[in-house]
């Protein structure tokens, strides 16, 4: 296993035409995100190449097979790895690729689904939960919450919160009843995370958090990634005007 330590480096090691079969979603400013972090290693194989991304829980893995019979001989890592196959619904290659991963010995951990903003709001009740940014106590909290509340091995925490993109929900004396977690890029909205304390939930704290989540991200479109069977959640959304952009993602899991 190979750290990539460069831009250079990752287009050497790519540079063998196109693969039969890929799930490496990811952009090139991503790589080179990851690059600069010191975050990505590269596994050369006969046929095969796996990217992956050290996460703190995981190493999620980016793979481009060039030879549809090539095995995926994977890396022993301190973590578990974890394959996240994006297709869009009933497309056949995404059921390969799941099958390909399965083969090679990853478990279906969750299926999640893409939901966009393509409808106004419809019969969203008010909530008087006051809504800010957060101070360092706060984005700490914040932090527990999340890792408390999510699956890790579907849903990934950055190494560290940004202030600018987390909103706090706050109960009358201060406390932290809620969080929501935001990304921006290429006119794209995507909402990361969104929890709440089990003591605080259905007291208008998730409402409270989307409400001011879309005014602070006017203008642009707003995508979420939700579990299929999280039905409270996919709830929540549709209320908001999301619905089912036709994409789902399958995430799989090989525990060391």
């Known amino acids: 296993m190979e750290r990539v330590e460069s831009l250079e480096r990752l287009r050497e090691l790519t540079a063998r035409?196109?693969?039969?079969?890929?799930?490496?979603?990811?952009?090139?400013?991503?790589?080179?995100?990851a690059i600069a972090a010191g975050r990505l290693y590269a596994c050369p194989r006969e046929g095969a190449l796996l990217l992956m991304?050290?996460?703190?829980?995981?190493?999620?893995?980016?793979?481009?097979?060039?030879?549809?019979?090539a095995a995926c001989a994977l890396p022993r890592a301190s973590k578990p790895l974890l394959v996240e196959v994006v297709a869009r619904s009933q497309d056949a290659r995404g059921a390969e690729?799941?099958?390909?991963?399965?083969?090679?010995?990853?478990?279906?951990?969750?299926?999640?689904?893409l939901l966009e903003q393509t409808k106004p709001?419809?019969?969203?009740?008010?909530?008087?939960?006051?809504?800010?940014?957060?101070?360092?106590r706060l984005l700490a909290e914040t932090t527990a919450l999340f890792r408390a509340g999510l699956d890790r091995l579907t849903v990934r925490l950055p190494y560290a919160l940004e202030s600018g993109h987390v909103l706090c929900a706050l109960n009358g004396e201060g406390k932290l009843m809620g969080a929501l977690h935001f990304s921006l890029a290429n006119g794209v909205c995507m909402l990361e995370h969104l929890a709440v304390w089990?003591?605080?939930?259905?007291?208008?704290?998730?409402?409270?958090?989307?409400?001011?989540?879309?005014?602070?991200?006017?203008?642009?479109?707003?995508?979420?990634?939700?579990?299929?069977?999280?039905?409270?959640?996919?709830?929540?959304?549709a209320q908001w005007g999301f619905t089912d952009a036709a994409r789902r993602c399958a995430s799989l899991l090989y525990p060391y």
Not at 208 to 236: E, F, S, Y
């Open 17 to 33: 035409g196109r693969p039969v079969m890929s799930n490496s979603y990811r952009m090139l400013r991503d790589f080179e995100a």
């Open 198 to 237: 089990p003591a605080y939930r259905r007291n208008g704290a998730a409402n409270a958090l989307m409400a001011a989540w879309i005014r602070q991200t006017d203008a642009v479109k707003r995508r979420l990634w939700v579990i299929d069977d999280n039905l409270p959640a996919r709830a929540l959304y």
């Open 97 to 113: 690729q799941i099958q390909y991963w399965q083969r090679a010995g990853f478990a279906l951990a969750r299926t999640r689904c």
């Open 121 to 136: 709001p419809v019969g969203v009740p008010q909530s008087s939960v006051r809504v800010s940014a957060p101070d360092d």
């Open 53 to 69: 991304e050290e996460w703190p829980d995981v190493f999620q893995v980016y793979a481009s097979i060039y030879d549809a019979a």
